[in-house]
């Protein structure tokens, strides 16, 4: 659609998904302890980039550590997600790990687990730092959550203009930081 318009980018900013995948999935293995516990994936919309490079980073990080059970869209929403889980767990009661594609969807998530009566034999992570998530991480409704920073993908986003108008040459794209966030760093 960029082609047909005429639209050219000077550079693409943003974080690293596959990476939000692999440091949730990372971040489960720990937790569970790995050893084949099974795990579920909530994903976001079927089909959409970011969700299916989250999911590619989670299953290169838990391989055979973790039994992946069940893989089912909620479209980032929240109640879906809920609605969901609830079906996960009732057909599978020993399930040890969510790994949720976005925090709305994780935090229905956790709200499910709670609910089954499972909080604390579940763990959940998500990806994107928004501040319920961070909430939930303290509280311990969610095991995690893979932070972006959009702040400081529009400070280097501004930068990338600055550098474009003097002509300085930037690269095709620039990877913005990430950051998982538990109950070790959550308070900061």
Known sequence: ?????????????????????????????????????KAAILQGLAGEANGIAREKGFRAAVGSDLDVV??????????KAQTVTDAILKQNPDLKAIFAANDSMGLGAAKAVENA????????????????????????????????????????AVDACIAAVKGTAIPDRVVAPIALIDKNNVSK
Not at 70 to 79: F, L, M, P, T
């Open 1 to 37: 659609a960029a082609t047909k318009a005429g639209v050219t980018f000077a550079t693409f900013i943003g974080s690293d998904n596959e990476e939000a995948g692999t440091l949730a999935g990372q971040r489960l293995v720990k937790l569970t302890g790995g050893g084949g516990g």
């Open 70 to 79: 069940s893989v089912q869209s909620a479209d980032y929403e929240q109640g």
């Open 117 to 156: 009566g499972l909080k604390g034999k579940v763990s959940i992570v998500s990806v994107d730092g928004v501040q319920a998530a961070l909430d939930a991480v303290e509280s311990g409704s969610l095991a995690g959550t893979v932070t972006q920073y959009p702040y400081a993908e529009g400070v280097i």
